[in-house]
């Protein structure tokens, strides 16, 4: 399962990124995962092309996209109500058109348009290239579909427009697809198989974003772990590969120290990983370099060696706990988060203690956590009926968030009394008098804001904490800067 956003965020690009040709106006709201907010960038950069500036303001548009996710019926209801709010808008304005893309659009294909009628556009996540020709049709008065899964493509060659952009942050995308089969999971079905996208590819847009005056980049992937470039193809055609692809191949680890090394004052984080296939060599990459951060998303799903046999997790409890004192041993301040599925098929009280067990052993730092939600198509909805109690379910993931919440907690107060460096991404939530920025453990920092500005790195002393966010007092510029 992959880290879900809820928040719709709408399109805004950077000015400096606008062209003044381009007369037509692109709204775009992206929901999940941050790959799907990656890939929004990447449609956005695509359709600049074809005349299409983005704006915030829904009444400007000529076109509205709904960038989907499936992962969980919920986020498929979220999207839905928004469609009910765009046929509101195009009521009076008949010209506008409506997209759908992403895992959504993926999964339902041109069943979409059947049940959605004000849907013009339906796009899966490997068929943007193609969206100049489907515009061309839906503008001929034709509803257009694209959901066919591709083998190889992971737009390298195009470069995103930054969204609602910070200026600081930014997402760069390294491989696509999995090829891990949990069985509650639907992103094999509506992402493809894995591939990984060229590694100098991936250095260029590092450091392009680093010229721009971007300060940290997170490398996607649904499994970054398995990345791996021997020249192209999916990573299943590997062992059909020449001795010579092999023997200069480059695989996660090596990515992560080439994205160090070529900008060594930048901060790079990664996401999601798996634990069957997170390596020691990533994990020691991430000790020799200081601008690696010490965070790692590592979804365990649940601490019940049964259910994870179920769910088709190809490890066991104890090779995630060996993993934890693993990354404990070599990164002793390294902070770990967690995906957890409460209420899956079958789950007993049995299996929900080892789930809790596990995360009193862990003591994350935050998490991610949800009650089972069947997906059409996968493994567990076709073979495993969806037993556990609506009512159950919610207990029990009560039970989970409230562990979380006082492990969370736990962590925050170690760092009360320390001096942490903080990357500043904006202005608080709750204070426009306050900073908001985060330190290397993922961990919000907020602190006044005095003479210090937006992107610079700076040393926070910690004075208080709450179970998500530390509050301290700025002391100086850090060196990185």
């Known amino acids: 399962m992959e880290k879900i956003i809820d ?11 606008d062209s003044k040709q381009n007369t037509r106006k692109l709204y775009i709201e992206s929901y999940g995962c941050q790959m799907n907010f990656s890939d929004s960038e ?13 704006t915030q303001n829904l009444e400007d548009a000529d076109l509205v996209l709904v960038n989907t996710c499936s992962i969980r019926e919920k986020a498929e209801l979220t999207v839905r109500k928004r469609l009910e709010k765009f046929n509101a808008v195009k009521k009076s304005r008949p010209n506008l058109k409506v997209g759908v893309l992403g895992c959504m659009a993926e999964r339902l294909k041109s069943k979409f348009l059947e049940e959605e009628k004000i849907v013009d556009l339906v796009v899966g996540p490997d068929a943007y290239k193609d969206l100049p020709n489907l515009i061309q049709e839906i503008d001929e008065g034709r509803n257009a579909v694209n959901v066919i899964l591709s083998k190889d493509e992971t737009y390298g060659d195009v470069a995103p427009v930054r969204l609602n952009s910070n200026g600081v942050t930014a997402f760069v995308s390294i491989t696509r697809g999995c090829d891990n089969m949990c069985t509650f999971c639907v992103v094999p079905f509506t992402r493809g198989r894995e591939r990984s996208r060229d590694a100098q590819s991936i250095i260029a847009e590092v450091n392009d974003l680093w010229s721009k005056g971007f300060k940290e980049v997170t490398l996607l992937g649904q499994n970054v772990d398995s990345y791996l470039w021997f020249g192209g193809g999916l990573k299943k055609d590997f062992d059909k590969a020449s001795e010579m692809q092999k023997a200069t191949s480059i695989n996660f680890a090596k990515l992560l120290e080439m994205v160090a090394k070529a900008q ?3 901060r790079i984080r990664f996401s999601t990983s798996n634990p069957q296939d997170m390596t020691l060599d990533v994990i020691e990459t991430m000790a020799k370099y200081e601008n690696i951060c010490n965070y790692i998303h590592l979804p365990v799903q649940s601490g019940s060696n049964r259910i994870l046999k179920e769910m088709n997790r190809l490890h066991t409890r104890e090779e995630y706990f060996q993993l934890i004192k693993d990354i404990r041993s ?3 301040d390294c902070a770990i988060s967690q995906d957890m599925i409460s209420g899956f098929p079958t789950e007993t009280e049995e299996d929900h203690k080892d789930t809790l067990s596990l995360m009193e052993f862990v003591k994350y730092d935050f998490g991610f956590m949800f009650a089972y939600s069947e997906r059409p198509g996968t493994l567990a909805a076709r073979k495993l009926k969806d037993d556990v109690p609506d009512e159950i379910k919610k207990r029990r993931l009560t039970e989970i968030i409230n562990l979380q919440r006082g492990h969370g907690l736990y962590r925050t107060q170690q760092h009360v009394g320390k001096v942490v460096e903080v990357l500043i991404e904006g202005t608080s939530k709750k204070s426009d008098q306050h900073w908001m920025g985060r330190n290397s453990q993922n961990t919000v920092v907020v602190f006044p804001k005095e003479y210090y500005k937006v992107g610079e790195f ?3 002393k910690i004075e208080d904490c709450t179970s998500a966010t530390l509050i301290g007092k700025a002391i100086a510029h850090s060196k990185n800067n």
């Not at 399109?11 to 400096?16: D, E, K, R, V």
Request: proline share 6%; net charge negative; charged share 15%.
């Open 7 to 17: 928040e719709a965020i709408q399109g805004n690009t950077l000015s400096i990124e």
């Open 42 to 54: 990447i449609v956005a950069a695509i359709l600049a092309k074809e005349g299409f500036n983005t």
């Open 264 to 266: 060594p004052k930048m």
């Open 330 to 332: 070599i990164i002793p």
């Open 458 to 460: 700076v040393n926070v």
